[in-house]
């Protein structure tokens, strides 16, 4: 029996960002789709400053939430990846044309004509809406299966968080033992990154403005060492040695110190998407031979490596669970960065008529 098309959630009306009971219908099932039951949705960055319109794109009413657990509760006709009853994960975006150069080289992430998991126009002109909602439907190619042995609350972040560091490690030859590893940054991205680069074998070094998270930097995540970059003797003793840097740093901040840090040839990747314009003194790359690269998620055979990769290494994130009442706190505390490091919604558990009312 077809299920109802009526989905729940919350929504931000406007760039207050404050999020409201919502009621909304799926988009049309297709015989290639899978509809999810949503039991888990990671609150990432991106979520706040959509709903905040900070980068100007939002396209109100915005259901947020592209870091999506569940279990699928129907298939359609034509789906061989997924049964029901499967525990699947959804991450950034939803479609992609499938037949462009990027999408042939499994990079759906950087299609032209990829639609973002919420806040975005399917090809019809419907809004998608995100993972703050109970129910989800979604083409089965851009769903991925979930490890048993991974808890799902603790593997949603994995779903954006844990494929934007996993992708630099791999893609620039990071992840790889002996290599030494910078990381900028120590909040939902950067500790993720600690993690897989300390799972590839390479050597970790924290890079961050205060010392507050030292020893958990260190004694919990396995970090190497630890530098401050406000510190010049620190940085300049730490010039030169760095195969490459990941920067989550969502806060404006020089490039110039860090690219310091690298050796010859080495990179830096920026991953955390400062919204003003960076001045880079060229001459400081070309005499290093030195690279500054962006890199953004990862194409969905990416996804499904990384997850693997968690579970065979014991990767997750540290998350706080929230409820669907406790979402507003979150984004505010978030903001503020106190988080250690991920909110993740138990949607399921957690959803109401009260709270899903219109």
């Given at each position: 029996?077809?299920?109802?098309?009526?989905?729940?959630?919350?929504?931000?009306?406007?760039?207050?960002?404050?999020?409201?009971?919502?009621?909304?219908?799926?988009?049309?099932?297709?015989?290639?789709?899978?509809?999810?039951?949503?039991?888990?949705?990671?609150?990432?960055?991106?979520?706040?400053?959509?709903?905040?319109?900070?980068?100007?794109?939002?396209?109100?009413?915005?259901?947020?939430?592209?870091?999506?657990?569940?279990?699928?509760?129907?298939?359609?006709?034509?789906?061989?990846?997924?049964?029901?009853?499967?525990?699947?994960?959804?991450?950034?975006?939803?479609?992609?044309?499938?037949?462009?150069?990027?999408?042939?080289?499994?990079?759906?992430?950087?299609?032209?004509?990829?639609?973002?998991?919420?806040?975005?126009?399917h090809p019809d002109g419907t809004t998608t809406y995100g993972g703050?909602?109970?129910?989800?439907?979604?083409?089965?190619?851009?769903?991925?299966?979930?490890?048993?042995?991974?808890?799902?609350?603790?593997?949603?972040?994995?779903?954006?968080?844990?494929?934007?560091?996993?992708?630099?490690?791999?893609?620039?030859?990071?992840?790889?033992?002996?290599?030494?590893?910078?990381?900028?940054?120590?909040?939902?991205?950067?500790?993720?990154?600690?993690?897989?680069?300390?799972?590839?074998?390479?050597?970790?070094?924290?890079?961050?403005?205060?010392?507050?998270?030292?020893?958990?930097?260190?004694?919990?995540?396995?970090?190497?060492?630890?530098?401050?970059?406000?510190?010049?003797?620190?940085?300049?003793?730490?010039?030169?040695?760095?195969?490459?840097?990941?920067?989550?740093?969502?806060?404006?901040?020089?490039?110039?110190?860090?690219?310091?840090?690298?050796?010859?040839?080495?990179?830096?990747?920026?991953?955390?998407?400062?919204?003003?314009?960076?001045e880079i003194g060229m001459f400081h790359l070309m005499l290093g031979?030195?690279?500054?690269?962006?890199?953004?998620?990862?194409?969905?055979?990416?996804?499904?490596?990384?997850?693997?990769?968690?579970?065979?290494?014991?990767?997750?994130?540290?998350?706080?669970?929230?409820?669907?009442?406790?979402?507003?706190?979150?984004?505010?505390?978030?903001?503020?960065?106190?988080?250690?490091?991920?909110?993740?919604?138990?949607?399921?558990?957690?959803?109401?008529?009260?709270?899903?009312?219109?």
């Amino acid at each position: 029996m077809e299920q109802s098309k009526m989905a729940f959630g919350l929504k931000a009306r406007d760039a207050t960002g404050v999020l409201s009971p919502f009621s909304f219908t799926l988009r049309d099932k297709r015989d290639d789709d899978i509809t999810l039951k949503i039991l888990y949705c990671g609150i990432c960055h991106t979520d706040l400053s959509t709903i905040k319109n900070e980068w100007g794109n939002a396209r109100y009413p915005v259901v947020p939430g592209h870091e999506i657990v569940g279990v699928v509760t129907e298939v359609g006709s034509s789906v061989q990846k997924f049964k029901v009853g499967d525990s699947v994960g959804v991450g950034y975006y939803i479609s992609s044309c499938l037949s462009c150069d990027n999408c042939k080289q499994d990079w759906e992430n950087y299609c032209p004509k990829i639609v973002k998991t919420f806040n975005h126009s399917h090809p019809d002109g419907t809004t998608t809406y995100g993972g703050f909602s109970d129910k989800f439907v979604v083409n089965e190619h851009f769903a991925v299966r979930i490890p048993t042995n991974l808890p799902l609350d603790k593997v949603a972040p994995l779903m954006c968080a844990g494929i934007t560091v996993y992708t630099p490690l791999k893609e620039h030859g990071l992840g790889q033992p002996g290599k030494h590893v910078g990381v900028v940054g120590l909040g939902g991205l950067g500790h993720l990154a600690v993690k897989f680069a300390k799972a590839f074998g390479a050597k970790v070094t924290v890079i961050s403005t205060s010392t507050s998270k030292e020893k958990e930097a260190i004694e919990k995540l396995g970090a190497d060492s630890f530098i401050v970059s406000r510190d010049p003797e620190q940085m300049k003793a730490a010039m030169g040695t760095m195969d490459g840097i990941l920067d989550t740093a969502s806060a404006d901040h020089s490039l110039m110190p860090l690219i310091a840090l690298l050796k010859i040839r080495g990179k830096l990747i920026a991953l955390g998407g400062m919204t003003k314009p960076v001045e880079i003194g060229m001459f400081h790359l070309m005499l290093g031979a030195k690279i500054v690269a962006g890199s953004i998620i990862g194409g969905v055979k990416g996804i499904q490596e990384m997850l693997y990769f968690a579970e065979e290494h014991n990767i997750t994130a540290d998350v706080e669970v929230v409820g669907m009442d406790d979402v507003n706190v979150a984004m505010e505390r978030l903001q503020k960065g106190d988080v250690r490091y991920r909110f993740v919604i138990d949607v399921a558990n957690t959803i109401t008529m009260s709270n899903s009312r219109i």
